[in-house]
């Protein structure tokens, strides 16, 4: 996926503004794809240079509202229906370090693992109220956005719930083996 089919799937639902972009982009897609101001306004000047959108309304302060074209159209429909998506996310730098948790103190492994737990929370935390408001809105973009946060939610507690098995796990190990964690040796910087 690209910022650029999250516009044209946004601007196919209705006209906006980038900051009204910004603003569905905060309370619906951020949880799949997360957009900065400049990111928004830069792929906004691309699409309208490609003939994908275009100036729809001008305000003041130079507030422009865009809009899609046919072209455009025509585009999110081919992506959407004739392009697969790339695979889910095969590299994990969080995974990566669990494979080397045997390089640090157990204790460090642990602790590790808990930060791990609590960033899965802080996510749920964050993402939870979205499903309130998505809740209390009834078009395309919110039925359909539902499903999206709601992956968004059982994959954060899934990576709550795996941190903390996996931190039970490595105390498991060390209540078998008490004495035996060598301390990693200090290396030379």
Same mark, same amino acid.
């Given at each position: 996926m690209s910022l650029r089919h999250a516009l044209l799937g946004l601007l196919g639902q209705s006209p906006a503004s980038g900051y009204d972009l910004l603003k569905t982009f905060g309370i619906s897609l951020a949880n799949v794809w997360p957009a900065t101001q400049s990111q928004v306004y830069a792929e906004l000047g691309r699409l309208?240079?490609?003939?994908?959108? !275009?100036?729809s309304a001008e305000g003041p302060r130079g507030r422009k509202e865009y809009a899609i074209t046919e072209a455009g159209l025509a585009e999110l429909r081919h992506w959407m229906t004739e392009t697969? /998506?790339?695979p889910i996310a095969r590299r994990s730098e969080m995974l990566l370090r669990v494979f080397f948790?045997? *390089? &640090?103190? /157990?204790? *460090?492994?642990r602790a590790y693992l808990r930060r791990q737990a609590e960033l899965g929370e802080e996510r749920i935390k964050?993402? =939870? /109220?979205l499903k309130e408001v998505v809740e209390k809105m009834d078009d395309d973009l919110s039925v359909y956005g539902r499903l999206a946060l709601d992956w968004g939610l059982r994959f954060s507690a899934m990576q709550r719930d795996w941190a903390l098995w =996996? !931190?039970?796990? &490595? !105390?498991? !190990? &060390?209540?078998?083996?008490?004495?035996s964690a060598p301390e990693p040796e200090a290396r030379p910087e």
């Amino acid at each position: 996926m690209s910022l650029r089919h999250a516009l044209l799937g946004l601007l196919g639902q209705s006209p906006a503004s980038g900051y009204d972009l910004l603003k569905t982009f905060g309370i619906s897609l951020a949880n799949v794809w997360p957009a900065t101001q400049s990111q928004v306004y830069a792929e906004l000047g691309r699409l309208a240079d490609a003939g994908l959108v !275009e100036v729809s309304a001008e305000g003041p302060r130079g507030r422009k509202e865009y809009a899609i074209t046919e072209a455009g159209l025509a585009e999110l429909r081919h992506w959407m229906t004739e392009t697969d /998506p790339g695979p889910i996310a095969r590299r994990s730098e969080m995974l990566l370090r669990v494979f080397f948790l045997g *390089q &640090i103190r /157990p204790e *460090q492994a642990r602790a590790y693992l808990r930060r791990q737990a609590e960033l899965g929370e802080e996510r749920i935390k964050k993402l =939870a /109220p979205l499903k309130e408001v998505v809740e209390k809105m009834d078009d395309d973009l919110s039925v359909y956005g539902r499903l999206a946060l709601d992956w968004g939610l059982r994959f954060s507690a899934m990576q709550r719930d795996w941190a903390l098995w =996996a !931190e039970k796990e &490595i !105390e498991k !190990e &060390i209540e078998k083996k008490p004495g035996s964690a060598p301390e990693p040796e200090a290396r030379p910087e």
